[in-house]
């Protein structure tokens, strides 16, 4: 009786947590607003929600002058920007994971003096991408989040847990 009502509590204990932390790691993340983004490059990496339509919010509002994509094929996927005064350079990263997104981003940045860049993601995977870039690059980044749907999120915190392991325990280095 009194080992179990224990063994309840502290599951329910647990419980808490684990949602509290997946709340503020995948579904809250921090980030910054679309309007106040300003840097040398937007960075915007591959993966499901409107990471597009957000880039385009911020290549319309001039946040920078270079917009860095991520796509799977650089031959197919490469979308038209169309907006004078705004580079697209589309690219294929190797690895084709977050990790070979953010490496080549940091590259980029070493090889033009870049020392803002704009990470364009989705909301469950900003945090570890934010970690991933902070490993990669010394100078000011800001996340900018796309909003994608309930089961695009639900997912994508499933995922996003086993990611995270990951980076925080077998891939520590940019």
Same mark, same amino acid.
């Given at each position: 009786?009194r080992?179990?009502?224990?063994?309840?509590? *502290? #599951?329910?204990?647990?419980l *808490?947590?684990w949602l509290?932390?997946t709340?503020?790691?995948? %579904? =809250? $993340? !921090?980030?910054? !607003?679309?309007?106040?983004?300003?840097?040398?490059?937007? #960075?915007?990496?591959?993966?499901?929600?409107?990471r597009w /339509?957000?880039?385009? /919010?911020?290549?319309?509002a001039r946040?920078? $002058?270079?917009?860095?994509v991520? #796509?799977a094929?650089?031959? =197919?996927?490469?979308?038209?920007?169309?907006? $004078?005064?705004?580079?697209l350079e589309?690219f294929?990263?190797?690895?084709?994971?977050?990790?070979? +997104?953010?490496?080549?981003?940091?590259? /980029?940045?070493r090889?033009?003096g870049?020392?803002?860049?704009?990470?364009?993601t989705?909301?469950? /995977?900003?945090?570890r991408?934010r970690?991933?870039? +902070?490993?990669?690059?010394?100078?000011?980044?800001?996340?900018?989040?796309?909003r $994608?749907?309930?089961? %695009?999120?639900?997912?994508?915190?499933?995922? +996003?847990?086993?990611?995270?392991?990951k !980076?925080?325990?077998?891939?520590?280095?940019?």
């Open positions: 009786g080992r179990s009502r224990r063994a309840k509590a *502290v #599951v329910m204990v647990l *808490v947590l509290s932390l709340a503020r790691l995948f %579904v =809250w $993340p !921090a980030h910054d !607003a679309v309007a106040s983004a300003h840097a040398d490059a937007v #960075v915007v990496l591959n993966g499901p929600g409107p /339509q957000v880039a385009l /919010q911020l290549a319309r946040a920078a $002058p270079v917009m860095l991520s #796509v094929s650089v031959e =197919w996927n490469c979308p038209r920007l169309g907006l $004078p005064g705004v580079r589309c294929r990263p190797d690895p084709l994971s977050t990790m070979g +997104e953010v490496r080549y981003a940091a590259a /980029q940045a090889a033009h870049w020392h803002r860049l704009i990470l364009v989705s909301l469950p /995977q900003a945090t991408a970690l991933r870039m +902070e490993r990669c690059f010394r100078g000011s980044v800001q996340m900018v989040v796309a $994608p749907s309930l089961g %695009v999120v639900a997912y994508g915190v499933l995922y +996003e847990w086993g990611a995270m392991a !980076a925080l325990i077998w891939q520590r280095g940019c």
